[in-house]
């Protein structure tokens, strides 16, 4: 037995993910021959443009505002809420 849930959205997700990965993998190197860009300069725009993407996203569903306070406030995720003295991190 086994207590392991899986989610069909999980699992689509990673499924797309996993092509995704390959076509690109299979395209790169065609990419970077015709277009004379090397591997670096590929990754990084490859990179520059999820980053993009995943900022869009983040936004357009809320999560960056939340994220931006996490990373800005001492403490644990679950320790949000509570009043700075009682967090377990302080910056002092």
Do not use: H
Not at 45 to 72: C, H, N, P, Q, V
């Amino acid at each position: 037995n086994s207590s392991a849930v899986f989610n069909p959205m999980g699992i689509t997700m990673l499924t797309v993910s996993l092509i995704c990965d390959g076509a690109i993998s299979n395209m790169s190197e065609t990419i970077m021959t015709n277009f004379g860009v090397g591997q670096d300069e590929f990754i990084f725009r490859m990179y520059s443009i999820a980053l993009i993407a995943i900022t869009g996203a983040a936004a357009f569903k809320g999560d960056l505002l939340e994220g931006m306070a996490f990373l800005t406030q001492p403490g644990t995720y679950a320790e949000l809420d509570l009043p700075y003295d009682e967090r377990t991190w302080s910056v002092s």
